[in-house]
């Protein structure tokens, strides 16, 4: 007994220790997209204003892609449970346990929840040659040829996927549009502004500079209301505003650790992404992009967990409605 109980005095100690020298050396966030996407641009922001917090310790991004998220996912499920290995992930996360009914990890079992980083409206665009400028003109066109026409996304398990997935559900078409999957948001966004394609739905991130520079046209956006304060979006309507009732979606990005990952460890990273949060030039960098920077309770790990709950349950429902898996 006296052995036993100097054994588990010895190993609190030891991560008490460890946890009180955390980070004793550089710390890596995976990002489980391509370098340049706006996953990535979060991350590296993010990278940057946690730094400082985390006593100026290296943060390196490292980009693990493929498989529509699930091959970084899977790589810090896997990682030591130290807190050097994190994942920054998007609405994926909810995701991916309807879209691959077979996997390596589960979302709420295999991660520490470290908190919500921003949320990420979406736009609804169109090729440069489509014969509409507002969103009415648009949407009796497409009422009229959805058939004939195509939607463009990132691929299976993407944000563009997954907001095309909600709308053509909300629309309720008589002929779906046919969807096509790209390796990518780069080439899908290049094959709209080209014409190749017809429509698509994407990130403020990534939808906000080719919608300034005229080369696609903006219908709307997908949150509740219209996006008053953003400099360029603030004119366009909601969807929901539009006819598509409670048709409300934001591309949200949040940190995970490895399972098993000590509490004290857990608690540091939350409170140095809690200072990044509000910390103005990060703030100011995530408006730039069209995001949101988060301010409620699901900054904390708690809130953080039950809102990604809450969402697997919403996207389960569209996902099997749609009949499109990625298995």
Known sequence: MKKILAFALTAAVSAGAFAQEFPAKPITIVVPFAAGGPTDLVARQLAEAMRKPLGGVNIVVENAAGAGGTIGATKVARA?????????????????TSLYRKQAFQPLEDFEFLGMINDVPMTLL????LPANTYRDFENYIRANGGKLNLAHAGL????????LMWQSAMKLDKSMTTIAYRGTGPAMNDLIGGQVDVMCDQTTNTTSQIEAGRVKAFAVTTAKPLSNHRLLKDY?????MGLKNFNLTIWHGMYAPK???AAVTKKLNDALVVALKDPEFIKRQEQLGAMVVTDNRMTPAGH??????EVTKLKGVIDAAGQFAD
């Open 260 to 262: 098993g990952t000590p």
């Open 237 to 241: 309507p909601s969807l929901q505003e």
């Open 126 to 129: 169109g090729a440069p040659k």
């Open 305 to 310: 967990r039950n809102f990604v709950a809450a």
């Open 80 to 96: 030591a449970p130290d807190g050097y290995t994190v994942l920054v992930w998007h609405i994926g996360m909810a995701a991916t």
């Open 157 to 164: 398990g993407s944000a563009s996927h997954l907001c095309g």
